[in-house]
């Protein structure tokens, strides 16, 4: 997305919910409506220092005169939660997308089962919101390292999503933790699972679900932090523009969007590991190395579209289209 299709907002109020997790509240300028959107969306934030990170609306969908992002402060991150907490303040003006979602409520389920980890619970409190809001069956467990880290546990009391609400922390009571086998039991029909948080977190549960018979269809993930890949054997290629024909050149050392944005072309990115989608582009030719996770197995092996932060190329050329996917 380019910079000039990002919306003029204003942090309305920053509150720190626990040590480390900052709530921030966007609305309009002039406090018009703002673009609707649908539980599990997130929002790309542009950010002091060139920086553009991805977080996720925790509010309720219905609200059209704000958006509510919930930051953990992460000091081995990249820069933009440091950023977020240091240099964003109450008054202040951003610029933000327009709300993207990959990450949405399965229509007509019979039951959803939210799983969030830690900060991961972002994305899940806006999902249990439209679902109570619906009065569909859902379940939230939210598994925290201790209760002051709970950062959302207050408004989780809410009589409207309280009686669905599970607490688990890590040195609370041992029947209070959680078990997936439990939790997850035997794979219900109609039945979806929706987890975020850690890479590790994530992985218990897609392991768990799938002994107990979930098929794939029926689960859901949102990652927020890739595993890292090794670049030791890492070739350059070439990349060809299919509108223009000019040729860019990709040095071992560099990424695809390293190499893109020198040569002058405008490629949007956010999270730089493969796991947002928002420098997803098409593939005209060629066959990409993927190293994202983003994209499914199926669309990874169709070879027509790789995410040039992290994917290279198999083949010594690939043809690209930069238009918008």
Request: with cysteine; charged share 15%; net charge negative.
């Amino acid at each position: 997305m380019a910079s000039n299709d990002f919306l003029n907002v204003r942090v309305a109020s920053k509150q720190m919910l626990s040590k480390d997790t900052a709530l921030f509240e966007l609305v309009a300028e002039g406090d018009q409506q703002l673009p609707p959107f649908s539980a599990g969306a997130h929002v790309e934030v542009l950010l002091p220092g060139a920086l553009q990170r991805t977080y996720s609306l925790c509010n309720p969908p219905q609200e059209r005169h704000r958006y509510v992002l919930g930051v953990l402060r992460d000091a081995q991150s990249s820069g933009g939660s440091v950023a977020m907490h240091e240099q964003v303040h109450a008054g202040q003006r951003l610029r933000i997308s327009a709300p993207r979602n990959q990450f949405a409520l399965t229509p007509r389920a019979t039951h959803s089962i939210l799983l969030a980890g830690g900060i991961g619970i972002t994305p899940l409190l806006s999902m249990a919101w439209q679902l109570s809001h619906e009065q569909v069956s859902f379940e939230l467990h939210y598994c925290t390292r201790s209760a002051a880290l709970a950062a959302f546990a207050p408004t989780l009391t809410d009589p409207r999503l309280a009686p669905c609400v599970h607490l688990h922390t890590d040195d609370g009571p041992l029947d209070q933790r959680i078990d997936l086998s439990q939790v997850l039991g035997k794979a219900q029909p109609g039945a979806h699972v929706y987890v975020c948080g850690p890479q590790g977190f994530i992985e218990a549960v897609l392991q768990t679900a799938t002994q107990a018979s979930w098929r794939s269809e029926q689960l859901h993930k949102e990652l927020f932090k890739a595993e890292p890949i090794s670049t030791d054997g890492d070739t350059s290629f070439e990349i060809e523009i299919a509108s223009t024909g000019q040729i860019v050149q990709v040095p071992a050392n560099q990424t695809a969007v390293q190499a893109l944005t020198a040569a002058g072309l405008d490629i949007p990115v956010s999270c730089e590991q493969g796991i947002c989608g928002t420098c997803l582009t098409r593939v005209v030719s060629g066959t990409p190395l993927h190293r994202d996770q983003y994209l499914t197995d199926d669309e990874q092996a169709a070879n027509d579209q790789f995410t040039p932060c992290c994917s290279r190329a198999k083949t010594a050329r690939l043809v690209i289209d930069l238009a918008p996917i």
